[in-house]
């Protein structure tokens, strides 16, 4: 919860800060499905804080088609619901992420994203063993991927669908809103 809280006020201080020198940024909140090798599905909370990179680097030499199309992305990830092993054993996962995003306009309304970065993967696993806990954790650094799509909703607001490989045993199926200002 600590990195919860974390984030978000990171997130609102990045927000304030640069609110009146970028257009277009965005706060996400997503729900989501982790999967966990050898555990059953969890439940995951993501929290994303985007910025266009046009605004951001108006100097870029990149086409118009493509500069128009490309968000950085900072992100965090937790669990609410830890996945567990059909024995005494529980995952908890928390990652910190930086992405490139590339969206693809399909429509008006509908766009296909694509995702690459870096992520900093904590995790831990608690054995329950005659009511003692043991604890094994790590950390790692690894190339996430993801993809999925967002469909406007408002000016304002996009109903989002992604899928996202977090480390080699963790990944994340979610949905939620990307609220724009």
């Known amino acids: 919860m600590k990195y919860l809280k974390s984030t978000l006020a990171a997130a609102a201080l990045l927000t304030s800060a640069n609110a009146s020198a970028v257009e277009g940024q965005y706060l996400g909140a ?5 999967d966990v090798s050898a555990f059953n599905t969890g439940l995951a909370v ?3 804080y985007g910025l266009p990179v046009k605004s951001l680097l108006p100097d870029l030499q990149l086409p118009d088609n493509v500069k128009d199309n490309l968000n950085l992305e900072a992100e965090f990830t937790t669990n609410l619901l830890s996945p567990a092993s059909s024995g005494s ?6 990652t910190f992420g ?4 590339f969206n693809l306009p399909v429509s008006p309304e509908l766009s296909i994203r694509a995702r690459a970065g870096l992520v900093l993967a904590l995790i831990s696993v608690d054995f329950n063993f005659i009511g003692a806990t043991v604890s094994s954790s790590d950390a790692n650094i690894n190339l996430s991927l993801g993809g ?3 469909y406007k909703l408002s000016d ?3 109903f989002i669908a992604e ?8 990944a994340n199926l979610s949905g939620g809103v990307q609220l724009r200002f």
């Open 30 to 34: 997503q729900l989501g499905l982790s």
């Open 163 to 170: 899928y996202t490989i977090l480390d080699s045993d963790v």
């Open 148 to 150: 999925g799509i967002t």
């Open 98 to 101: 930086g992405y490139g995003v």
């Open 156 to 158: 304002k607001m996009n």
């Open 46 to 48: 993501i929290a994303t």
């Open 89 to 94: 054993l529980e995952a908890t996962v928390h």
